[in-house]
Structures are given as structure tokens and as C-alpha cells.
């Protein structure tokens, strides 16, 4: 009881040293700068439900904007509608529409550049061209915020969460479509991308360049141009993630590109074009995941070392593996093939023959594409056969010699 | 009754019908002969609408049959082999033909004179040659028709189904019918046929009633009679 | 109306005839076992939807093919004698036609199906893709019945209408691909799109393969670039023009058969 009661003293003496500021068509500040302009550092503005047609709002001093009832922030498509330049501002509560767009400059619906300790939440973004754009800001929090693009093409529209050279950023839980890239991080290290959904994106549905340390979990990323594209990074860690519907001509679940030392693990792949690309990566450990119905589940380019593909299930897909080359350094050992035909006479649970999941065709395919026609025609599985018995353009060394005849459960 | 006239065929080069024209206007047993292969079975097939002449029209009735098929109505078929599908039973194979046209509504008694009662329900493919030409005489015979077409009739029946057969003809030439049968065996057309009809490779050779043949060529056997009738036309190398 | 009547009452025994075979038990005891056998051993439906797919498109236009010959030689003469009772040819043909490509259908039907209704196909979202491969595996059945007594009718000598049959069958399953693949490879410098789908719409077989494919491999098929596969496969422009396709090729052999019955001696 005393604990409670000094919580509460504690409370009511930050609400009399911090003030509060309201807005609205009948308060003392009708317009939300002004608010600001008479606010103190580390006071809470609170603006009533309302339209504010606002665009290139500077905030330099650490503050609480909290809309209530979902105020409108109307940027009447002339620029950005809040440039954050302070540390410590929390924006939360808010429906943006609006934004300007332009070819020369990017604007963006909440804007930061050398402002730490941010959090961005709760807010409805639509018609963005950029949605959270935050340069050079650590320690930021951007939660359950909805983002929402034109749905236009890819040179017209931006991303929806944009974070350039942050360290230890968390975004969570936030909604993400119509949009160029939904989640986009360059030089980013020591970040957390949790729980949020991207899709209907044009080009990515998450995008890391150059970025280390970082990890995404739990994260929904469907009907994208492609899922995520992690390029040029080190140490990301891929957990529990779900790609879906990402289809198209060059589109992926998951592209990697020269990155090292990531983790692959507990994700679901289903109904995708190339579950995941993989492009000049090397250490790279596949663990638990499941690839159903995809066109291709690993498509490798370029040269990649010391992968271990382990303990994953492979269902249905049209190819499991495919290759471009005829050498292989990566281990591919317990993992469960739908189309594994063998047989386990010692019952150890592990088939008594190899699997070699190169099929031919995926050759002929890569060579010329329209052969995909033929996909799983019987003359097919002759051609696919006989290249197994002997192979001869496939890697001899490519199996997985000790295939799961059960699918894997974690 | 039938009007064939002018009509040929040629399966490729092998002329199988020169020519041909016949007509028959009144009831009575015809018996269509000739060697192996000089196109009895064909002619009789022209008329059923089997086999489609080149040239040439037949009118049944008046009818020509390339027009319409209901005149098949009149005619009733006994074709030379038996065989049946295998996995219908004796009872459903005459449904079908009843099924089909108009029958005979005392058709069980022919069932029972070939004693065919028990086999009734047995399937077509467990009984022996001999039954299955008994069922196919049966089946030919309990139509109601104007016209019969017999080909090779008894052959596979044993003689006290033969006497039967030959009874069952003649019965149905008393009701008034016109029957075409062609068969190798002599006697059956000294017995039953009033007129013959002899082809020889597709061409009709002789046309006359059995009484005048052995009258003019003064010979008792028929078969003395038609070998003498056909070489005083000057035809050689003939075979019977 | 009385000439339906006819062809009602000749496809009626061909159906018996057919059904009390021994063959066609043993075609449905096949699909019987195959069915329990395949779900038994891995218990997924879509994975057995795969392997059922690879079976039907091979194996029911040889059966097709195989009765289709079979019942018209066997019962060539009993036909004769049909031909000479008072109903139209084209009945007949059609009558047995239906008689013998239904009784085989029925045979995939309950042999297949059955398997997956006990193993709770009912609440799978597997049952559009099973559906689909039941139809397919009917239109190739009808579609190789037609075919062959197609041919059997244009080839007295029975030796001759067996091996132009199952050449025939072969040339679709096997071979025609073999030239597919070897024209695509050859001209791939040049368009090809449309070429290839051409050619897959030109066989039956192929053409039932494209309809599973739309279903079960889309991710594979929208990788490639061309315009015209994307609008082919994308859209239900695929399904669309497949379906009738397949409907075609279900239909014209028929309609051959019977076109060229009418013409032909017996």
C-alpha cells in the first residue's frame, strides 16, 4: 500500500514539474506548432481529434506529442509533415496523410536526423512517399505504427520504415504495404525487427544493407516483389519468420547477398517463387525451417562455402535445390524431401539411401526458361532419373546422405 | 419387296460387286450361292446397310436405304458367327434386340425349342459355340419382320437343331416372308429354296427357280444341275 | 425421344458388359491400393496429390487406350449385328463409346476417392487439387477410349489397331515431350513462349499436366519473364483455355470415331 501510494506521489510531482499542453478548435492552441513553440522540454502535448493541416513541422526540443481520438495531420502533399531534431520526443497516436512527393528530395511523413532516444507509435500513415525516416538515430523505438504507400511503382513510392546509420533501433509490430521497400536498413547494427507485417510492397518486404548484428524474428512478410533481401551484412539472425506469396519473375522469399555468418532458423516459406536466393554467401547456417510449395527452395549463385543446410523440410516444392555450378561446398545432412523415394530397412529413421535434391531439369530450366512448361512431364522424370543414377552436370557430391523419412518437428 | 439395282464395290483394287442387280417382289426362300469369296455375304450385307455400295441405289419397300435406316425394321439378320458380349447373360441379350424393334411377342417359345430355358440366365461367354448359334438363331427369328437374311445358318448346330431350323424356315416362308440365305450346303437349298441366285467373283451368273434348273439341264441333283448350267454359259474354273 | 432412347440402351450393356469384366475390377482394386497405400505411408495429402498426379496422366489414357481396343475387337461381330437392327450408327458407337469410357471413370472415382474421403479429404484444403485431378483423369480417359476406337474402327486387322493404339499413347506420354524439349532447346535464341504453350495445348496429356501445374507449381511457373506466360498462368486465362482445350480433345475423338463409322464397312 505505502509502495503504491509513493508510485502515485511520484506521478502527480512529474505531472506538476512536466505540463501539459492540449490543442484543439476550442483550446487556448488551436494549431499544433504553435503548442509546441510554448511547450518546455519534456512537456506532453495533447492534440484533441481534429483535422491540422501541417507540413514541415520542426521539433528541437525533447517532447511528448500524443494525439487523442486520432487526430488528422493533413501535409496537403507540400513535404514532409514532422522533422524530429531532438532527442527524446515521443510521437505517438497520430493519422497522417498526405505527404508530398518528389523526385529530387525524400520526404517522408516523420522525419529524424541526430536524435536519439525516439519513439514512434500507434500512428496510421497512408499515402506515404516515405513513411519513419530516421538518419543517423540511436536507441529509437517505432511500434505498431501502419504504414501505408501508393501502391504505385517502384521509382515513385518509398520506403516505409527507413533507418540509416542507427544502432540498437526496435521496431515491432508495425503494418507495412504499398510501399518500395516496407522495412529498409542501411548501417544499421545492433537492431531488433519484431513482429511486424510488410506486404503488397514493390520491391521488399524488409532490406538490409550493409548492416551487422541485427536480428528479425516473428516478422510476416507476404505478397511482396520479393520477401527480405539481406545484402552486404554480417551476424543476422533470421528466426520464426513466415514468407509468403512473394511471386514473380525475380522474386524471392529470402535474397542473400555477400553476407556471412547469419543463422536460419524455425522460418516458414510457402508459396513462393525462390524460397530463399543465395548469392556469393558463405557460413551461413539453415536450421528448422520449413519450404513448402515453392517454386525453387534454394536457388544458389555464385559461390557460397560452408553452408549447412540441416534439419529442415523440404515439401513439395517444384525444385528443392538448385545449382549453377558443379561444385559444392556445402553440407546438406538430415533434412526431410517430400519427393525422397528411399527406403529405411534399419528403421533408424534416416533413409538407407542417399538424396540428391539437383534435378537435372532445373538445368534445362535455368538454360531456357520456357522449358518450365515441362515441369514434372514423365519424359522429365526419365531425363531426371537417369542424371541421378549418373550424374553428370549435377555436383556427385550434392546429397543429403542421411535424408529424414519423417518430417522434422521442433 | 428389294430392288438392287446397278450396285458395286471394290475394297481397294478387289472388285467385290460387279454390276449387280436383282429384285425380289414376292415372298418365297432365295438361296444365294457361289464359291468362297465371290460376294454373297457382301450382297447381303449391301441390302442390311452394313456395307455401302459405290454405285448403285437399294430400295426396300420402295425405300431407298441410304436414306433412311427405319427400314431395318423389316429385315431380320442371322449373321454367321456368334459371339456376344461375354459379361451379359442369354436374358439381357434378347432385352436388347427387344429393346431395339419389334419383336415377337411368343418369342419364348422359340427360347424353349432350342431349349435355351436353362441358360437363361448364363453369360454369353460361359456357353459353348453351339449354344451361342442357337441363342443367335433365336435372336433373328423372334423379330417381326418382312424380310430374313440368313448367312450360313446352320453352320455349328447340331443335327436335331439343323431339322429345327429348316422347319422354323419353312414356317416363316408360309407366313408370307422373304427370306435370303446363303449357305455351301447343297442340301439345305434342294430342300428349302424355290429360286437361287448364283455370284461368281462378284458378278451374278444365274437367276432362276430350283424347278426350272433341273428341268432344262435335265439333271435330278442340283448340284450337277448348276455346275451344268454355269459351264454352259462358258464359265471355267469353277469350284463348289 | 426415341434415338436417344437407342444409344441410352446400348450404352446400358456396354456399362455392364464393361463393369462385370475382371479387368476393370482389377484397374479399381489398383486405384484402391494405391490410394491407401499412399496415404498410409506419409499421411499428406498434397504430397500424394503429386504422386497421384504423375500416375493418372500416364496411366488412364493407356487404360483408356488399352479397353477402348479391346472392347471394340472383342465385340466387333455382336456390333455387326447391331449395325444391322434399325438405329443409327453414330448411336451405336457413341453408346459404346460412353459405356466403356464411364465404367472406366467410375473405377477412378471410387477407387481414388474413396482412400481420401476415409482419410478425411472432406476437411483438407487439398479437395479443389483432388477434385481437379478426378475431372483431368476423366477427360484423358474419354479422350484415349476415343481415340482408340477411333483407330480400332479405321483398322480391321486387330494387330494393327493394338500397335497404332498404344503408339499413339506412347507418342503423347513419352515421345512428344521428347521432341517438346528438343525444339525448345534447339530455338532458344528465338520467342519461344507462345510456341511452347502451343505445343502444350496440341497434347492431351501435357495439357492436363498445365492444369495440375497452375495449381500445385504457380510459384515455379510466375518466374519466368515472358509476358505472355504471365498472363497465361497469372491470370485464370490459363485454366480458362486449358479447360476447353481439354474439353476438345475430350470431345473430337469421339466425334471422329463416330464421323468415320458412318462411312466405313462392316
Not at chain 1, 65 to 88: A, T
Not at chain 2, 104 to 132: A, H, I, P, W
Not at chain 3, 177 to 187: E, Y
Request: aromatic content about 12%; glycine content about 6%; proline content about 3%.
Amino acid at each position: 500500500m505505502s509502495r503504491f501510494l509513493g508510485i502515485l506521489t511520484c506521478l502527480m510531482i512529474s505531472a506538476s514539474v512536466f505540463g501539459q499542453i492540449e490543442v484543439c478548435s476550442d483550446c487556448q492552441f488551436k494549431t499544433v506548432p504553435s503548442a509546441i513553440e510554448s511547450a518546455s522540454p519534456h512537456d506532453t502535448v495533447l492534440v484533441h481529434k481534429g483535422i491540422y493541416p501541417i507540413h514541415n513541422m520542426v521539433i528541437t526540443k525533447p517532447i511528448t506529442l500524443r494525439g487523442l481520438n486520432r487526430p488528422v495531420l493533413d501535409g496537403e502533399d507540400k513535404g514532409y509533415i514532422v522533422k524530429i531534431l531532438s532527442d527524446s520526443v515521443s510521437f505517438t497516436g497520430f493519422d497522417i496523410r498526405r505527404v508530398g512527393i518528389s523526385h529530387t528530395e525524400d520526404y517522408a511523413a516523420i522525419y529524424s536526423f541526430r536524435a536519439d532516444y525516439l519513439e514512434i507509435s500507434d500512428n496510421h500513415l497512408e499515402d506515404v512517399f516515405f513513411g519513419i525516416r530516421l538518419e543517423k538515430s540511436s536507441n529509437v523505438v517505432v511500434k505498431d505504427n501502419i504504414v501505408k504507400g501508393r501502391f504505385s511503382r517502384e521509382f515513385d513510392s518509398g520506403n516505409g520504415i527507413h533507418l540509416w546509420h542507427c544502432k540498437n533501433a526496435r521496431v515491432e509490430g508495425n503494418d507495412l504495404s504499398g510501399l518500395r521497400d516496407g522495412i529498409y536498413f542501411e548501417f544499421v547494427d545492433d537492431s531488433y525487427v519484431i513482429a511486424n507485417r510488410s506486404h503488397h510492397n514493390t520491391r521488399y518486404g524488409l532490406h538490409y544493407m550493409f548492416s551487422n548484428d541485427d536480428d528479425y524474428l516473428d516478422n510476416y512478410f507476404y505478397n511482396n516483389g520479393a520477401g527480405v533481401a539481406v545484402m552486404f551484412s554480417k551476424n543476422i539472425k533470421m528466426i520464426n519468420n513466415r514468407f509468403s506469396h512473394n511471386w514473380g519473375t525475380s522474386s524471392y522469399g529470402l535474397l542473400l547477398k555477400e553476407i556471412y555468418d547469419a543463422e536460419i532458423k524455425m522460418n516458414l516459406f510457402e508459396k513462393n517463387t525462390v524460397a530463399i536466393s543465395v548469392d556469393g554467401s558463405s557460413r551461413i547456417y539453415y536450421r528448422n525451417n520449413d519450404f513448402i510449395q515453392n517454386g525453387w527452395a534454394i536457388r544458389v549463385t555464385g559461390g557460397c562455402y560452408v553452408n549447412q543446410f540441416t534439419s529442415n523440410n523440404f515439401i513439395s516444392n517444384s525444385f528443392d535445390v538448385s545449382y549453377n555450378s558443379k561444385l559444392n561446398d556445402n553440407l546438406f545432412q538430415g533434412n526431410f524431401w517430400s519427393s525422397y523415394s528411399g527406403y529405411d530397412i534399419d528403421r533408424d529413421g534416416w533413409g538407407d539411401i542417399p538424396y540428391r535434391p539437383v534435378k537435372l531439369f532445373s538445368y534445362v530450366v535455368n538454360r531456357t526458361p520456357e522449358t518450365i512448361v515441362l515441369l514434372r512431364s514423365f519424359f522429365i522424370d526419365i531425363i531426371n532419373f537417369s542424371e541421378r543414377v549418373t550424374p553428370v552436370f549435377t555436383p556427385d557430391n550434392l546429397m543429403d546422405d542421411q535424408p529424414s523419412m519423417k518430417k522434422i518437428k521442433w | 419387296m428389294v430392288a438392287i439395282q446397278e450396285i458395286s464395290k471394290k475394297y481397294r483394287k478387289l472388285e467385290v460387286l460387279k454390276d449387280i442387280s436383282l429384285e425380289f417382289n414376292e415372298p418365297g426362300i432365295i438361296g444365294i450361292l457361289g464359291p468362297n469369296g465371290s460376294g454373297k455375304t457382301t450382297l447381303l450385307k449391301t441390302i442390311l446397310g452394313m456395307v455401302l455400295p459405290d454405285n448403285g441405289t437399294i430400295r426396300v419397300n420402295g425405300i431407298d436405304i441410304s436414306k433412311d435406316y427405319n427400314y431395318r425394321n423389316e429385315i431380320a439378320y442371322l449373321p454367321q458367327i456368334a459371339t456376344f458380349p461375354e459379361n451379359l447373360s442369354v436374358k439381357e441379350l434378347l432385352a436388347i434386340i427387344r429393346d431395339l424393334r419389334a419383336v415377337d411377342s411368343k418369342y419364348m417359345e422359340l427360347v424353349s425349342l432350342f431349349g435355351l430355358e436353362q441358360f437363361l440366365s448364363e453369360k454369353l461367354g460361359n456357353l459353348s459355340g453351339g449354344t451361342r448359334q442357337k441363342v443367335n438363331v433365336v435372336l433373328s427369328f423372334m423379330c417381326k419382320s418382312e424380310i430374313l437374311i440368313l448367312d450360313e445358318p446352320t453352320v455349328g448346330l447340331d443335327p436335331v437343331s439343323t431339322v429345327k431350323l429348316k422347319e422354323l424356315i419353312k414356317s416363316h416362308r408360309d407366313m408370307g416372308k422373304l427370306i435370303l440365305l446363303t449357305t455351301h450346303i447343297m442340301g439345305i437349298v434342294d430342300e428349302l429354296a424355290d429360286e437361287i441366285v448364283y455370284l461368281l467373283e462378284g458378278r451374278m451368273v444365274y437367276r432362276g427357280f430350283v424347278t426350272d434348273l433341273k428341268l432344262s439341264t435335265q439333271q435330278d441333283s442340283l448340284e450337277r444341275a448348276i455346275v451344268n448350267e454355269i459351264h454352259g454359259k462358258d464359265v471355267v474354273d469353277l469350284q463348289i | 425421344m426415341k434415338f436417344t432412347e437407342k444409344m441410352w440402351l446400348i450404352f446400358k450393356y456396354s456399362f455392364k458388359d464393361m463393369i462385370r469384366a475382371k479387368w476393370i475390377i482389377v484397374y479399381l482394386l489398383f486405384y484402391l491400393l494405391l490410394g491407401f497405400i499412399l496415404l498410409f505411408l506419409n499421411n499428406d495429402l498434397s504430397s500424394s496429390v503429386i504422386t497421384i498426379m504423375n500416375i493418372i496422366i500416364i496411366l488412364t489414357p493407356l487404360i483408356g487406350t488399352l479397353f477402348g481396343v479391346m472392347f471394340y475387337y472383342n465385340s466387333r461381330e455382336f456390333t455387326e449385328l447391331l449395325i444391322a437392327q434399325p438405329i443409327r450408327r453414330s448411336r451405336i458407337f457413341m453408346g459404346q463409346y460412353l459405356g466403356v469410357s464411364l465404367s472406366l471413370s467410375l473405377s477412378l472415382v471410387i477407387g481414388l476417392g474413396l482412400p481420401f474421403l476415409i482419410f478425411g479429404l472432406a476437411n483438407s484444403a487439398e479437395i479443389f487439387n483432388f477434385i481437379m485431378l478426378i475431372f483431368i483423369g476423366m477427360a484423358l480417359t474419354f479422350s484415349f477410349t476415343g481415340l482408340s476406337m477411333w483407330i480400332s474402327l479405321r483398322n480391321s486387322n486387330r494387330i494393327k489397331g493394338f500397335g497404332y493404339s498404344v503408339l499413339l499413347w506412347l507418342f503423347f506420354a513419352v515421345i512428344y515431350d521428347g521432341i517438346f524439349l528438343s525444339l525448345l532447346l534447339i530455338f532458344e535464341n528465338y520467342p519461344i513462349d507462345q510456341f511452347s504453350l502451343l505445343m502444350s495445348m496440341l497434347n492431351p496429356i501435357d495439357l492436363s499436366r498445365i492444369l495440375v501445374l497452375i495449381k500445385l507449381d504457380i510459384s515455379a511457373l510466375m518466374g519466368y519473364t515472358g509476358a505472355v506466360f504471365q498472363t497465361f498462368f497469372g491470370s485464370n486465362w490459363g485454366i480458362v483455355i486449358s479447360g476447353i482445350m481439354l474439353l476438345l480433345w475430350m470431345t473430337t475423338p469421339a466425334y471422329m470415331m463416330v464421323r468415320s463409322s458412318k462411312r466405313r464397312d462392316f
